[in-house]
């Protein structure tokens, strides 16, 4: 992203590109509250996902609170502030891997209809068939390896780019798309050829 | 249809007001905030008889000068000011301060600085400014395996001006102020969540007095490092700079150039910023120091502001540039105040030229024209062997008052 010029209250104009204000973060430590302020939702999006909301309540915020610790050591030259972030989300998810193992189960438990998710009426068609497969997708992907579920997860719940994978997850881009193929060869297989992970680049890219 | 399975939706209101609050209590440990916040907050004690105990109140507080070694204990304000003299351009001021300044090699297992960092801000409420600070104390260890320490404390606020004091007076001389959550926190590149996060304006407090030093690591990992877009700074990296200006330009030219910073305006503002912490804010050897001043003396838009006073009362010659050219002209100067003798930087300065319309748009307190939005007065900067001089009361330390462990092996 160019850096815009933006005059905030209370300081006037400075450039606020993410890498930017964390590089003033370095000595203004309250400025990384502009980092949380464009990208909570999103991580929170994320670890929800992942690990249902009463657990993202708190893993959000600390991927925050992580990120402030680490900021002088934030390095744009391995990529943008966004993946840095989902990389951070992550490793703190990897870290509830029983909680995430336990929401799969009870996504996988048939009857046990989730809550429709805002914004999709356009979709409900899709959603219905989705709906029938639902138990098979979710154990599928509690049966994922670690490592390819975050690849998997990072791009279709995330909407992070190979490139950006890469970068949140600190592995090389052919590693992305090697574990992204198999995430995706696995779950067709246990839907029966659907590919699940289709069209998730355009609905949350 | 797998983020659909998953979709939990976006975070609620309570949950992100409640993130955002744990993370300014980071930027501003929470004992502290109470009293007022981390780098941007105010001046001396005392002012319940503030007339004129502005700068005195300070000077006692802050105790010795900054004359390096050599003079220790030199009190600014009581300084002669230099006689009159022609105005000199920005590039002579600079160039000077490159001359002058003394290029003894470093020695020292710390770069330690003493600071005053503050601003000016209208409380909620007031037609009047107050102006806050709080003193910052780094000791950057070169070694790679010595945590960097901060020392912090806020040294209080007064009306900004004596314009402001009448104003003050007649507002009943209150003690303490509230300030708009978005100025209290330094503020966020737009404006602030007042609708989104809270749907109400937040305020925090900020007091007359000073407040107790506390410590902190500035990183849970030992070593310092300083960023730059395209490169991490270390000691070592600073030590193994140019100390040819073109050259020292070339090469952090080359950083921003990896960071996809390629606009000219962009990249002098950056230089103008980077070359600035090379001058006494971050750990360089002297000459480099010295190669800094050249750099900036070559950068367009410097202006020279002749002799000046700082936040101190002491004497100094600033440069400036000015940025954020709105349909007026600039909105606000970024100054320089060098020591005419010594070549040292006595201080920073950010000034609001044209108040722009974004408090509007953020609810946050208006400004004015002069308005200083950001200071920072050097009061010490050298080289010292001495180990950091740590308060009891400690923030992000473990019972025996070390650096927490970081959380993950990445962050």
Not at chain 1, 173 to 182: A, D, E, I, K, P
Not at chain 2, 304 to 315: A, Y
């Amino acid at each position: 992203m160019e850096p815009r010029m933006i005059a905030p209250p209370g300081v006037a104009a400075v450039p606020d590109d993410d890498a930017t204000v964390i590089e003033r973060s370095r000595h203004e430590p309250d400025r990384f509250t502009v980092i949380y302020d464009r990208h909570f939702a999103l991580i929170y999006r994320y670890v929800a996902a992942r690990l249902g909301r009463d657990v993202a309540d708190d893993i959000a915020a600390e991927t925050f609170y992580a990120a402030f610790r680490r900021r002088d050591r934030f390095d744009p030259a391995r990529g943008a502030v966004r993946p840095w972030l989902f990389g951070i989300a992550t490793n703190l998810v990897a870290q509830h891997r029983r909680d995430e193992s336990r929401r799969y189960s009870a996504l996988a438990r048939a009857g046990d209809a989730a809550p429709a998710a805002p914004g999709h009426e356009d979709r409900v068609t899709e959603r219905v068939a989705a709906e029938g497969i639902r138990p098979q997708l979710a154990a599928a992907l509690a049966a994922l390896p670690p490592g390819d579920r975050d690849v998997l997860l990072l791009i279709a719940v995330g909407g992070l780019g190979y490139e950006e994978v890469a970068q949140a997850l600190e592995i090389p881009g052919g590693t992305v798309g090697s574990r992204m193929n198999r995430a995706r060869r696995k779950l067709r297989e246990a839907l029966g050829g659907t590919d699940p992970t289709r069209d998730e680049g355009k609905s949350h890219g | 249809m797998v983020a659909e399975l998953l979709d939990e939706g976006g975070p609620s209101p309570e949950v992100t007001a409640k993130g955002r609050d744990g993370l300014a209590g980071l930027t501003v440990p929470v004992a502290v905030r109470r009293h007022a916040r981390w780098t941007k907050p105010a001046l001396a004690a005392g002012l319940v008889a503030a007339s004129v105990a502005g700068l005195m109140t300070w000077n006692a507080a802050i105790g010795g000068g900054y004359g390096g070694e050599a003079a220790p204990t030199r009190s600014a304000p009581t300084r002669p000011a230099p006689p009159p003299e022609p105005l000199m351009s920005a590039r002579t001021i600079l160039l000077a301060a490159a001359e002058n300044l003394d290029k003894t090699p470093s020695k020292g297992a710390y770069w330690y600085t003493r600071q005053i960092v503050g601003d000016q801000v209208r409380p909620i409420g007031a037609d009047y400014v107050i102006e806050r600070g709080t003193e910052i104390q780094n000791w950057i260890p070169v070694s790679p395996k010595e945590y960097h320490w901060i020392v912090m404390r806020e040294t209080g606020a007064k009306p900004a001006t004596s314009a402001d004091q009448t104003a003050w007076r007649r507002a009943g001389s209150p003690d303490r102020w509230q300030v708009t959550a978005s100025d209290a926190l330094g503020v966020s590149g737009k404006p602030i969540p007042v609708d989104v996060i809270t749907e109400k304006i937040k305020s925090v407090p900020v007091p007359a007095a000073a407040g107790e030093p506390f410590a902190m690591p500035a990183s849970l990992r030992p070593g310092w490092t300083g960023f730059v877009p395209g490169a991490k700074l270390t000691p070592a990296v600073l030590r193994g700079l140019p100390t040819d200006q073109a050259d020292l330009k070339s090469r952090i030219l080359g950083w921003l150039s990896s960071a996809g910073i390629k606009d000219a305006d962009q990249r002098n503002e950056r230089l103008f910023n980077i070359g600035s912490n090379l001058l006494a804010a971050d750990p360089a050897p002297p000459k480099v120091r010295a190669a800094a001043y050249q750099m900036l003396a070559g950068l367009p838009g410097m202006r020279s502001l002749g002799t000046v006073t700082d936040r101190l009362g002491r004497t100094g010659r600033a440069v400036a540039v000015r940025r954020d050219d709105g349909p007026d002209g600039p909105r606000r100067e970024e100054r320089l105040i060098i020591d005419p003798v010594t070549g040292r930087l006595l201080a920073t300065e950010e000034i609001v030229l044209r108040p722009d319309d974004v408090h509007v748009a953020s609810r946050s307190a208006p400004q004015r024209p002069g308005q200083v939005v950001r200071f920072s007065v050097m009061l010490d900067a050298r080289w010292t062997d001495e180990a950091p001089v740590l308060p009891k009361k400690r923030y992000n330390v473990d019972k025996n008052g070390n650096p927490k462990k970081p959380e993950c092996a990445r962050c």
